[in-house]
């Protein structure tokens, strides 16, 4: 009975216990902003920035928000800072080459192509302003093929100026299917 006692504690402990390469690979994916992956939904269509599509159309990669150094003169207008929106595990981001046309380009967190600042709103959705441009994305108009630029509502001496739907992107989960257990 005592060996039986024993033998049940140590699987248990062992069955319990994680390996190197396991607590590792935690902590790596936890230095990754909570690894959360994200689709930017517009509020006036429902159109999203699509970054991989399946074969039915569906979001399949989403995007990952990368915090960026921001200069201290920067934060006077871009008070959440800068970001790179970029799709996982690779070195490509979301940019727009004339601050205008978003297009998928290489990371480079010292070129403002790649460059972003949410400005946040009372309703939880953002514009996104390109770095570049000081412009925000607008909705398409053209279903969701392109997405037009233009001035961002963002004046704080303002506070309680209307943002039109239009400029308001919703940060929503990745929408993927999940099996049932």
Do not use: Y
Not at 13 to 18: D, H, K, L, Q
Not at 43 to 69: A, Y
Not at 112 to 122: A, E, G, R, V
């Amino acid at each position: 009975m005592k060996k039986l006692a024993i033998v049940f504690t140590m699987l248990l402990i062992a069955g319990c216990s994680s390996s190197q390469d396991s607590a590792n690979n935690q902590i790596d994916e936890l230095g990754k902003e909570n690894n959360s992956l994200f689709t930017f939904r517009n509020i006036q269509s429902g159109f999203t920035i699509h970054n991989g599509l399946d074969q039915h159309g569906r979001e399949t990669i989403g995007w990952e928000i990368v915090p960026v150094k921001t200069p201290e003169e920067a934060l006077v207008t871009d008070q959440s800072g800068w970001i790179m929106i970029r799709t996982p595990n690779t070195d490509q981001c979301l940019g727009t080459p004339d601050g205008r046309n978003l297009l998928k380009m290489t990371c480079n967190s010292t070129d403002k192509k790649t460059l972003f600042s949410l400005i946040p709103s009372t309703t939880g959705a953002v514009q996104i302003k390109s770095v570049l441009s000081g412009l925000c994305f607008l909705d398409s108009k053209n279903s969701g093929l392109s997405f037009e630029t233009g001035k961002c509502i963002a004046d704080f001496k303002k506070p309680f100026e209307v943002v039109p739907q239009s400029h308001l992107w919703m940060l929503n989960p990745l929408n993927t299917e999940s099996p049932i257990i």
